[in-house]
């Protein structure tokens, strides 16, 4: 007989939970809530909440919307997500994940200490191009930061300059640590390298 356990730690993390609560909250009271992208990859979950009222929409989209609530989903967004709703008056229910929010706090900070856009550091953060949490920390420099999705892509980065990497919360824990090996193991003397672990345990686990 086939016997199936399922692991404690499976299922949805901390900061999709959340969000998917606030959508259920917002959307008891039977007012319109829009979501900015699906609020998590499970096609079943989206349609339950689409059918609850959840609409979900794009950026374009979110630009043609005014006076209305938008949820934003555990990934977070970028400073001009923010600055798009209080021009069109819009109430952002903030469902960014607490672990995301402060690496985005984090990596702004490291950016406005290194001079702003005219850094001459690398901000880099180990992450997939174009995925909705790298966009939002993307952000948080301005659109300066270097994406490196994989180990092939760490040797391309310029090591006579100082390196302050970081990390998409959902990836790999061993690629990170290969990754910071070969940077400590090739930057410049003089250049000051640092990594901070910013990897999600919820998620690793």
Request: one cysteine or more; proline letters at 2%; charged letters at 25%.
């Amino acid at each position: 007989m086939l016997h199936i356990e399922i692991d404690n730690g499976s299922g949805f993390c901390f900061g999709v939970t959340t969000a998917i609560s606030k959508a259920e909250e917002e959307l008891a009271h039977g007012r319109p809530l829009y979501c900015l992208g699906d609020i998590v990859h499970n096609g079943m979950e989206c349609e339950r909440l689409r059918q609850m009222g959840l609409i979900t929409i794009n950026h374009k989209q979110m630009g043609q919307l005014h006076d209305v609530k938008v949820l934003l989903r555990a990934h977070g967004e970028p400073p001009e997500t923010y600055d798009l709703a209080r021009r069109n008056n819009i109430e952002i229910i903030d469902a960014t994940c607490p672990v995301v929010l402060q690496l985005q706090k984090r990596i702004k900070k490291q950016f406005e200490v290194e001079g702003g856009a005219s850094v001459s550091a690398s901000i880099v953060i180990f992450g997939k191009k174009g995925h909705a949490e790298v966009l939002g920390l993307v952000g948080q420099t301005q659109q300066t930061a270097i994406v490196i999705e994989t180990f092939d892509e760490v040797s391309r980065l310029d090591f006579t300059r100082d390196i302050y990497l970081y990390s998409q919360t959902t990836k790999s824990l061993d690629e990170y640590h290969r990754i910071i090996d070969y940077i400590q193991a090739h930057i410049a003397p003089g250049a000051t390298f640092k990594s901070f672990d910013t990897i999600c345990r919820s998620v690793a686990n």
